[in-house]
C-alpha cells in the first residue's frame, strides 16, 4: 500500500501573528513552524496503517525552504521518504493552484491512499484533498474519524457530519481523506527515528510557479475589529482576582 | 450579476445557516441587473423558499441519499445551465464534502468560510478569517467564483421577503457513485452531562498545556460549583471526556457565566459558548479571538491567575 501524507508547516498556535507593512504578508520573525495540527494527526494515521497492513508513507509538502523542517519531523516519526516542493518566491497562492502544483509533482506515484488534515491552521481552506481528488480521480472521504481496511483495495472510514451525526463510508482505492484532530494520538519521534531520518531520501524540486495563473488576488491582511465592549481587568495577580470575585458577586451574582 | 444558492436542509427545515446566506446576498446583490436563484433537493422547503425574495427556486426531483459525487453533477449541470457569476454554500460539514471537488471540476476558486462579501466591477471582494480568526484577509475574485459564508456571518432575521417561483426537473442523471459508498447515518449514544442546563460553566484550552495541569481548572471549577467545559484539543488529547467539549462538534451551550481559560475563540468554539450571557476571558495574547466576544477580559498567565483566584472565591464562600 502506498500512502502520501500532504503536510503544511504552519505558525505556533502560540505565535504572536504580525502583519508586515505591505498589508499581505505575515512577519516571520519570532514564529515557532510546526506541522499543521490535523496533518499531524493525518501522519499518524498513515504510519499505523502501515504498521498494520505494511506499504511505504511518503510525506509531501509545497511550501518554502524553511518547511524542510516538517519534512524531517515526518521522517523522525516513521515516514519513509519525502517529496519536498520548493516555492522559491512565497506569496499567497490560491488553493486551486496549490492543488494543481502538488498534483503536477505527485500523479506518477500512483498513490493508493492521499491523507491531508481537514483544514490549514494558518489559511484554513479546508479544501486540498478534495481537489486533488478530483484532479486525480479518486474517491474522497471528509471529516474522517476512524478507518479500517476492509481488504487490498477498499477502506471504511467514519466522518463527522452535521449536529452530532457520524456516517461510515466505504471507499475504493485510490482515496484521498481528509483527517480530523483526536482521531489517534500522535507519536513522538524518538531519538532513533531522528538518527535515521537523515539517512532517507528527500527528493527536492524547485518549483517555477509562473506556470500557474492565479485565480484570486489577495489584496489585505488585518486585524480583525472587535464587535464587543471588552471590560478588562488589569492589575497584579491577586488584584484582578479580587476583582474578578467583586465582578461574580456583584455583576454577574453567581457567587 | 447573477448568484445561485445551494440550500442545505435538514429534517425537512432550511438550515440557517442558509438563509443567512441569503439575507446577505440579497443585500449586495440589490440592483435591477442582479439576480439570485436558490436550489434545492427537498421539496418540504419549497412553501419556505417562495416567501422569500429571490428570482427562482430550482427543485431537483430525483435525487436519492447523499452521495458527493452526484451532489457535484446536480451542481455542474444547473450551473452550466444557468451560468451564475457567483455560487454560494454555507460552511458545513456537507459542502466541505463536495464544493472543493466542484471547483477543481470546473476550474472555478472557491473561497470558503467567508464573512463579508462585497460586489466588485467584474467580481467579489470577499473578506475569510486566517490564522484561526486572528487576522482577517480580503481577497479580490474575478466572476466566476464559488464562495461559503460561515454560520453567523449575515443575519437571518434580515431576510427580504417577497414571493418566488419554483421550476422543478429532474436531471435523470446516469453517473457512476460507485467508488464512494456512504452507508447510514447515525448518533453516538449521549453522554451524561448535559452542558447545555449548567448556570455556569468553567471552559479550558489547550493553554492548560499539560494534563497534570487540569486540576487547577477543577479546582476552580467545584470552587465555583460549575460544571466543567473545555475546546476540541483537549479532548482531543484525552484529559477530558467528549461529552465536556464546546463547539461546532460539541455541545452548544448558554450558561450565565461562560469562563474561558486557555482558549483562542476559534470559530468553531464561538459558535459552541457567544450565546452566553456573560463571557469572561482568561488568555495570555490580548489578540485572541476570544476577545472579540468577551465582555470581561484578563491578558495575563492562567497559571498565576487561576490559582489566586480559586483561594479567593473559597474565601469569599466561607
Ligand atoms: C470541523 C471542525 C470542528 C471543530 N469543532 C470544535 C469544537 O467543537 N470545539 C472547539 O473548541 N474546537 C473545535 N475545532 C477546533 C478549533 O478550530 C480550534 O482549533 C480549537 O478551538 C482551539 O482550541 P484552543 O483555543 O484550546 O487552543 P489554541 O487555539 O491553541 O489556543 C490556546 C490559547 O491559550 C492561550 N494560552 C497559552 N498559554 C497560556 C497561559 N499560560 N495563560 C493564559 N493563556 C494561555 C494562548 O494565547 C491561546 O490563545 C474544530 C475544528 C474543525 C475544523
Ligand atoms: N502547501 C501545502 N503543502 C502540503 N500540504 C498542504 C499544503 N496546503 C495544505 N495542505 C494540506 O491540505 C490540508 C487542508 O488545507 P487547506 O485546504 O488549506 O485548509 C492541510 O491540512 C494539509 O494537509
Not at chain 1, 16 to 31: A, F
Not at chain 2, 82 to 98: G, K
Amino acid at each position: 500500500m502506498k500512502i502520501c501524507v500532504l503536510i503544511k508547516q504552519v505558525p505556533d498556535k502560540d505565535s504572536k501573528i504580525r502583519i508586515n507593512s505591505d498589508s499581505k504578508t505575515i512577519d516571520s520573525t519570532n514564529i515557532t513552524n510546526i506541522i499543521n495540527e490535523s496533518d499531524n494527526y493525518a501522519l499518524e494515521e498513515a504510519l499505523l496503517l502501515k504498521e498494520k497492513h505494511g506499504g511505504e508513507v511518503v510525506v509531501c509538502t509545497f511550501g518554502n525552504e524553511s518547511s524542510n523542517g516538517i519534512i524531517k519531523t515526518a521522517l523522525a516519526k516513521g515516514a519513509d521518504r519525502g517529496i519536498f516542493i520548493i516555492n522559491t518566491k512565497p506569496h499567497y497562492i490560491d488553493i486551486l493552484n496549490v492543488a494543481k502544483i502538488i498534483t503536477d509533482n505527485i500523479k506518477s506515484e500512483k498513490f493508493d491512499i492521499i491523507l491531508s488534515g481537514l483544514q490549514s491552521d494558518d489559511s484554513g481552506n479546508c479544501q486540498l484533498g478534495l481537489l486533488i481528488a478530483e484532479m486525480l480521480n479518486t474517491s474522497h472521504a471528509s471529516l474522517v474519524m476512524s478507518t479500517e481496511m476492509i481488504d487490498d483495495s477498499t477502506i471504511k472510514v467514519k466522518q463527522e457530519l452535521e449536529s452530532g451525526w457520524f456516517q461510515w463510508t466505504e471507499l475504493n482505492f485510490p482515496t484521498s481523506l481528509t483527517i480530523q484532530s483526536g482521531i489517534n494520538t500522535p507519536r513522538y519521534a524518538a531519538l532513533r527515528g531522528i538518527m535515521m531520518a537523515k539517512n532517507k531520501p528527500v527528493e527536492k524540486i524547485e518549483l517555477d510557479i509562473s506556470g500557474y495563473t492565479p485565480f484570486l488576488s489577495l489584496e489585505k491582511l488585518y486585524i480583525p475589529s472587535k464587535s464587543k465592549e471588552t471590560q478588562f481587568i488589569n492589575g497584579a495577580p491577586e488584584e484582578i482576582a479580587s476583582t474578578i470575585v467583586n465582578i461574580l458577586a456583584n455583576e454577574i451574582k453567581v457567587l | 450579476m447573477k448568484a445561485l444558492i445551494f440550500i442545505q436542509t435538514e429534517d425537512n427545515k432550511i438550515l440557517r445557516s442558509c438563509t443567512e446566506s441569503i439575507s446577505g446576498i440579497q443585500a449586495v446583490l440589490n440592483t435591477a441587473d442582479d439576480s439570485i436563484d436558490t436550489l434545492f433537493l427537498d421539496s418540504s422547503v419549497q412553501g419556505e423558499l417562495e416567501t422569500y425574495e429571490v428570482n427562482i427556486n430550482h427543485l431537483i426531483t430525483d435525487i436519492r441519499k447523499f452521495n458527493p459525487l452526484e451532489y457535484i453533477c446536480i451542481m455542474e449541470s444547473m450551473i452550466s445551465e444557468l451560468s451564475p457569476d457567483i455560487i454560494i454554500f454555507s460552511h458545513t460539514y456537507q459542502t466541505r464534502d463536495w464544493a472543493p471537488r466542484l471547483s477543481a471540476r470546473l476550474n472555478i476558486p472557491f473561497v470558503s468560510d467567508c464573512i463579508n462579501i462585497v460586489k466588485e466591477e467584474d467580481g467579489v471582494l470577499l473578506t475569510k478569517q486566517m490564522y484561526q480568526g486572528k487576522v482577517n484577509a480580503d481577497i479580490l475574485a474575478k466572476s466566476p467564483v464559488i464562495v461559503s459564508f460561515q454560520s453567523g456571518a449575515f443575519r437571518a432575521d434580515e431576510i427580504k421577503e417577497g414571493t418566488s417561483d419554483t421550476h422543478e426537473k429532474s436531471l435523470n442523471l446516469n453517473i457512476n457513485t460507485e467508488s464512494i459508498r456512504p452507508l447510514d447515518k447515525f448518533k453516538e449514544s449521549k453522554g451524561e452531562v448535559d452542558l447545555s442546563s449548567a448556570e455556569i460553566i468553567v471552559s479550558v484550552g489547550r493553554g492548560i498545556s499539560k494534563e497534570e495541569h487540569m486540576h487547577l481548572v477543577k479546582e476552580l471549577s467545584e470552587s465555583l460549583s460549575a460544571e466543567l467545559g473545555s475546546s476540541r484539543p483537549v479532548v482531543d488529547y484525552g484529559w477530558l471526556p467528549h461529552e465536556r467539549q464546546v463547539g461546532s462538534s460539541g455541545q452548544v451551550v448558554s450558561p450565565k457565566l461562560y469562563l474561558a481559560i486557555g482558549i483562542s475563540g476559534a470559530i468553531q468554539h464561538q459558535v459552541g459558548m457567544k450565546g452566553s450571557d456573560n463571557i469572561m476571558a482568561i488568555n495570555k495574547d490580548p489578540n485572541a479571538p476570544i476577545f472579540e466576544i468577551a465582555d470581561y477580559g484578563i491578558v495575563g498567565d492562567l497559571f498565576e491567575i487561576v490559582p489566586k483566584l480559586t483561594e479567593l472565591i473559597k474565601n469569599h464562600q466561607s
